[in-house]
């Protein structure tokens, strides 16, 4: 009999910026990893790495620790042009992906990252997307029962305040993957084909760039046809005046930032006084703002609009959206509460997946397959802008019925809600 090797997953963090300050806390938590060094260009951060992590391993450059032996996998949090060469870097030195969202910056890139994987024998996890979370799961899991009969459409709608947030040089430049349209559209198109099965047919949309003061798109809107038939729209603001949150009864008015701040900070944007680097700097790994953003102490909070914003899932028989613990089921019976074991803030089953794959063997849902045909939406988004013409796709897959099975989402409560 074969045994199974349960021992945690020896993990490395290629760039220690602010999508890391996000994932070191679950990594911290999962029993399943074990976080054994980090890698970033900058001195500062690495010194700060190593402080918190004393007997973590600590690299001046990618290269460096994908060479470690020790090393089995490493998460890629680097700027987005990076995601590519360093994903097949690590690839050929043996080691498991876990890439952030966006996966590349094109399609070519997605495909040499696929093929450097599958070469080597190595797992690919397309991760960083909101489409892990357990509501989403939770709709795929009661669309898939057929329980509210046929799917006819997912549609999202998010308002932010993701383009005040404080940004370095290459995520102000599109050519190097910054901008709403490739760092947010991942959230929104990945949980909507999870919903919907997959394959997406076709894809009309636009975005708008409407603040002088930042040079990327901070509004897009797109509407998506499957082959199935059923229709998604997607759809992201990002400039802050309004947020999301307000619109539920138990949401706010505020994000990272009260609405009297986000006035201020655009109007030191357009003052240039704006001290964003070290803002930026902050949010990095002991700074001030990643303690009070990424690693507050709390329990399980109530689920609030954010960078996915409100998902709204139309069947034959009934509607779903999110609710504060799990999610609202409408149907002709009347309004249930479905109460989940969910904490929003809590974000590692990237890890479970990235686990379960290397060592026992499961499949690897997000694929990197899976977060190619992802980016392929977010770039027709684009292209549509440019040429006003409805793209045709190409690079679509299903979500295997068996990811529901290995994944699926516990409700722990049904309650009749008196509307």
Known sequence: M????????????????????????????????????????NPDVRERFQARY????????AEALCKDPDVEAVWISTPNRFHGPMTVMAA?????????????????????MVEACDRNGVKLVAGHTQSFMPHIRLMRQIVASGEMGALGAVNAIAYTDWVIRPRTADELDP???????????PHQIDSIRLIAGGKVRSVRGSYGQWMKYRSIPGYYAAFLEFESGVTGVAIHNGYGYFVASELVPWGDANTRY?????????KSMAAGTRPEDAEKLSLRIGGEAESAIFRREHGPEKWKP??????????????????PDGLYKYTDDGLTELIVDSDPLHRDQ???????????GKPVFHSGAWGMATLEVGLAITEHTKTGKDVELTHQIEMPKEYGEEYGVEILEERKVDH
């Open 92 to 112: 050929n030195h043996g080691k498991h992906v876990v890439v952030e969202k966006p996966m590349a910056l094109d399609i070519r890139q997605a495909e040499e």
């Open 2 to 41: 074969t045994s199974v090797d349960t021992k945690p997953l020896k993990l490395g963090v290629i760039g220690i910026g602010v999508g890391a300050a996000e994932m070191l806390p679950p990594m911290e938590r999962a029993p399943y990893i074990d976080l054994f060094a980090g890698a970033d260009v």
């Open 258 to 266: 009260t609405p009297s701040e986000r006035n201020e900070i655009r």
């Open 306 to 323: 954010n960078d996915l914003g409100i998902v709204i899932v139309s069947c034959e028989f009934g509607e779903l959206r999110q609710g």
């Open 175 to 185: 050519d190097q993957g910054g901008g709403l349209v490739y760092r947010q559209t």
């Open 350 to 360: 990237e890890l479970e997946e990235l686990f379960n794959a290397v060592r026992l």
């Open 54 to 61: 004393e007997e973590a391993r600590v690299y001046d450059s």
